[in-house]
């Protein structure tokens, strides 16, 4: 049973302290997604990539916030400071080859 | 531009009886749509999706869709819910693999 996998699940940090999330996208999904999801904004797309290459990154905060695909099998997005307005679920979701999104189960972030 | 409306935030329906959730979208060219579930600390599922062809659409769950290009809307039903189908619905509607999502609707399931 394919599935998208995110680590941690739950991070609790201080602000100021750097935050690493981790997405493992289903085999052979070539298009990966960071969405941030909060009461207030409700879903926010952050970044995408197709092949590895960053497509759009416009919704991500560039000063604070950078999203990497080192290899097919990993997506890594680093918050460097953290501040608490960063706290919210962070999902994963890659692209399957009709278009559908399959989404991680997130990682749940407070910022302190 | 791209965009979905779910014009209800939450809806209260009994164990048994119908559900229709609405969702209306803007997109310039033929669509993608996709309804999603989310039960609280889960991720998004998907239920279904349409892209071309048969305008009802059937999903997982006991879900189905019909899309209505006149209307521009792709509302979500289920004859008879479950205790178990309360949750947050999305819509989305893109292409190109870029997906907008609606807000979300709230389904409180009452026994």
């Known amino acids: 049973d394919a599935r998208v996998t995110q680590t941690p699940r739950h991070k609790v940090t201080e602000m100021g302290q750097e935050v690493t999330m981790r997405c493992q996208p289903i085999?052979?999904?070539?298009?990966v997604f960071w969405y941030r999801q909060t009461m207030m904004q409700g879903l926010e797309l952050l970044a995408y990539f197709r092949n590895r290459a960053p497509l759009d990154d416009s919704g991500m905060p560039k000063d604070r916030f950078s999203a990497e695909m080192p290899d097919a099998t990993l997506a890594t997005l680093k918050i460097q400071p953290s501040e608490p307005r960063d706290s919210a679920v962070y999902f994963c979701a890659s692209g399957g080859p009709g278009g559908e999104q399959f989404f991680g189960p997130g990682t749940r972030l407070t910022v302190l | 531009a791209q965009s979905v409306t779910q014009p209800d935030i939450h809806i209260t329906v009994s164990e048994g009886a119908s559900l229709e959730l609405r969702c209306n979208y803007s997109?310039?060219?033929?669509?993608?749509l996709f309804w999603y579930v989310q039960s609280p600390g889960q991720g998004l599922q998907l239920l279904l999706k349409y892209f071309s062809g048969d305008t009802l659409v059937q999903g997982i769950k006991g879900f189905e869709a019909e899309f209505k290009r006149s209307q521009s809307s792709f509302n979500l039903r289920k004859p008879s819910v479950h205790w178990s189908d309360a949750a947050e619905y999305f819509c989305a509607v893109g292409g190109d693999y870029k997906l907008s999502f609606g807000a979300g609707t709230t389904v409180t399931v009452r026994a």
């Open positions: 997109y310039g060219a033929t669509p993608y």
């Open positions: 085999l052979g999904h070539n298009t």
